[in-house]
């Protein structure tokens, strides 16, 4: 693991791990924005609040009693995910220089928040469902749990979870055990950890996570936690990188084989990837995997011809919107480095 921060914990893994359409649970990166918070599964209650005719607390025996299981398989993408590539074009003071590997993909099992909701009766008024994990991040002002809402239309569909497991295994605390939500097709930051409360509102939430940061701002902006600032980061665009070989690779000039991820956040897919080797004058067409699901990335594989010395490759997706990424980071630097969905570039030398 590339390590970003050590506490919190912040780290990515080398791309190559990447490869399989479910990521092994060690090789899945971690996003926190403060100290793992200490809990105890026995002890642990959900409240499901707010504009609702019956709140409830719920153990997390309660939810699986009460509750069909789901498994879903669904990519988290972080909206840092390829920083490095922003910061390149000009710095970004006080954030992570990510690379491509701040997503990945998994089989999640846990219940519908659609069931829990109806369980709890959500009032007509209602328009947001808000979620706040028990992690207390020193980096928000003030100091606050981490948490984020999403659309009430958005909560009440099948693929939302209040999820206890990863590819069959207990959530590692790191993940957010014993509860957490995945949110498909959102940026990571709504999918919250150590989930303890579920508040049904009328407004989007004022959680320092979602009001001041996680926020498009234009270019020019200061970087100042006003609440409301900037765009809210929700859909994760359309975005693709290399996954082998690995960037600065030394390999066999003539033809070599590449492959790599593609993702397309809401209810949109990967339907097209291109590949260059000489800056983009002539692309080829990628064989697409499987899309495990409609939530999960798809893998890419093409054949380029290496010239010997360094060459610079290229790849773009298109989704099932026809959105294509756009080609140079300088297009989309903003001042958080958020949503790098620029180009994929990959340094080789063929020799
Ligand atoms: N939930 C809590 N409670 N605290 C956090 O810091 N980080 C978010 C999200 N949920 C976070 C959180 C962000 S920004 C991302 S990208 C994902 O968790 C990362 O999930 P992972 O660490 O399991 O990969
Ligand atoms: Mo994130």
């Known amino acids: 693991m590339t390590v970003h921060q050590v506490e919190p914990y912040n780290a990515e893994p080398p791309r190559s791990v990447l490869v399989d359409a479910v990521t092994p649970v060690s090789a899945f990166y971690s996003r926190n924005h403060g100290p793992v918070p200490a809990a105890d599964e026995e002890s642990w209650r959900l409240r499901v609040d707010g504009l609702v005719t019956t709140p409830l607390s719920l153990s997390p025996a309660d939810l699986r009693e009460r509750f069909p299981e789901r498994t879903e398989t669904a990519t988290l ?62 980096q928000a002002d003030p100091p606050q749990e981490f948490g984020g809402s999403i659309p009430l239309r958005k909560a009440g569909m099948p693929e939302v979870l209040l999820a206890w497991a990863m590819n069959g295994e207990p959530l590692p605390p790191v993940h957010g055990a014993p509860l957490r939500v995945v949110v498909p097709g959102y940026i990571g930051a709504r999918s919250v950890k150590w989930v303890h409360r579920v508040r049904v509102t009328d407004a989007p939430s004022p959680n320092f996570f979602q009001a001041s940061t996680y926020r498009l701002l234009p270019p020019d902006a200061e970087v100042t936690a006003t609440p409301g600032e900037g765009v809210e980061l929700g859909l994760v665009a359309v975005n693709s990188d290399f996954l082998t070989p690995d960037d600065d690779a030394e390999v066999p000039a003539g033809p070599t084989g590449v492959t790599g991820y593609a993702f397309a956040g809401g209810d949109r897919t990967i339907v097209r990837v291109d590949v260059s080797a000489d800056g983009g004058s002539t692309w080829t067409q990628a064989e697409l995997g499987e899309q495990a699901s409609t939530w999960a990335w798809r893998h890419w594989d093409a054949t380029v011809d290496v010239p010997h010395g360094e060459v610079e490759l290229l790849a773009r997706a298109w989704d099932s919107s026809a959105a294509l990424q756009p080609e140079r980071p300088e297009q989309v630097w903003n001042p958080k480095g958020y949503v790098n969905n620029s180009w994929a570039r990959l340094r080789l030398r063929g020799v």
């Open 77 to 138: 993408q972080c909206a840092g995910n390829r920083r490095a590539g922003l910061v390149a074009v000009k710095d970004i003071p006080g954030e992570a220089p990510w690379g491509p590997t701040a997503t990945a993909t998994a089989a999640w099992t846990g219940v519908r928040l659609a069931d829990v909701l109806a369980a709890a009766g959500v009032s007509d008024t209602a328009t947001d469902v808000e979620f706040l994990g028990a992690d207390v991040s020193p």
